[in-house]
């Protein structure tokens, strides 16, 4: 009896550690680094619902990442954005700061996920939104 409740517990722990998380991601028909950044997701267990939009600021605007973070695709989950080549370990931190409105990978940094060319690594950062319109440094990628 003990032995099934614990194999039920372990079942019940594994079905959730496979749920997936869903992300929904905008970007223009012709964008492929967008693309590329979409495999980098998918490549670390995330379920994309890919969606073309014509008009990527007027989304951005809507959506209210501000044009100084701004960046190619445009991601949302949980209602908040996730700007550009943001790399998926870093949309697990803003998932863990429920008072941020987003996090963005400002530009298209050579060397973030979806902008891969050999070895090379531009510095960049992902910055995250505060309420006020502040930014703080959710994660630094030195150059290399
Ligand atoms: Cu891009």
């Known amino acids: ?12 722990g594994l079905l959730h550690a496979a749920e997936p998380l869903t992300i ?7 964008c492929g680094c967008c693309k590329a950044w ?34 190619c695709h445009t991601g ?24 941020l409105l987003g996090a963005a990978v400002p ?3 050579t060397g ?3 902008m891969e060319r050999g070895d090379i690594r531009d510095a960049y950062q992902v910055i995250g939104l505060g309420p006020n319109g502040d930014e703080q440094v959710l994660a630094d990628y030195p150059a290399n």
């Open 24 to 30: 929904d991601v905008y970007r223009d028909p012709n």
């Open 38 to 71: 979409i495999s980098h997701l998918q490549d670390n267990g995330f379920s994309v619902n890919d969606h073309l939009e014509a008009d990527m600021p007027a989304l951005k605007q809507r959506l209210g990442v501000p044009p100084r973070l701004a960046s």
């Open 76 to 99: 949302v989950i949980d209602g908040r954005f996730v700007e550009g080549h943001v790399p998926a370990a870093d949309i697990l931190k803003l998932r863990q700061q429920p008072d």
């Open 1 to 12: 009896m003990r032995l099934f409740f614990l194999l039920g517990g372990l079942f019940a």
């Open 107 to 109: 530009g298209m940094p």
């Open 112 to 114: 973030s996920p979806g």
